[in-house]
């Protein structure tokens, strides 16, 4: 390529850049910011922005374009607005509600079929991850789950939301990045699974994830991995027995 036309094809990049930038609007523009702002300090999920006015200062832009940007990255599920408490970092990681699309899948059966297969494979070894990289603070946390958890059950609750959010703490304790954005398949896949049987399992569900926890709060990888591979495989075989 001849150096008039290298020139010539940066001058129509940038001209494509430039056209791009002034097809946003602002809010979008300060949603980018923002978001570079949250990269660059390490703010992570539950964590609490600055106030409303605080970025209109950090931001250098008015306060309706500020509550724009906001919008945008509360529909990018990036940040969540509790109403009088402030703007936090959501727990989603910013990935899409139904990001794989299940909700579209006409057959139950072998979608719970399947995400259980996919679970097996991804678990386990997750689990083991946990247990080698949890720090104390991820134990406390974890365990503050399960104890949640272990109360639903015992009072014959519905605990499917407090077994998903068990399940996403486990891949969050991995510390792997990519890992921690796969959760809506573990998620999903423990809300499908509910949905899906007839009767409700409680002790040795109960049992299962207290040796999970315990593998990972003692770290012991092969035992954190062995425990929630039989855990899961327990579910598939149950499921397989009702359907039959």
Sequence with gaps: MSGSELKGRYQVNGKHKEDKMEKQTL?????????GMIQEKGYTAGDKLPTEAELVELLGVGRNTVREALRILMSRNIVTIRQGSGT????????????????MIEDRRKLTEDLIQIRVMLEPPIAALAAQNA??????ALEAVLLELEECMEKREDYSEKDSQFHAMIAGCSHNLVMTNLVP??????????GSV??????????????????IRDRRPVDAQQAMYFHLMFNDIRYKDEVK
Excluded: C
């Excluded at 809010?27 to 978001?35: F, H, S, V, Y």
């Design 27 to 35: 809010g979008e523009i300060a949603a980018q910011k923002l978001l």
């Design 88 to 103: 936090f970092i959501s727990d989603k990681n910013g990935v899409a509600d139904d990001p794989l699309g299940f909700s």
């Design 135 to 140: 720090t104390p603070e991820d134990v406390l």
């Design 185 to 194: 398949v573990i998620t999903d896949g423990v809300q499908v699974f509910a």
């Design 198 to 215: 007839r009767e409700t399992e409680y002790e040795n569900t109960r049992e299962a994830h207290r040796r999970i926890f315990e593998a």
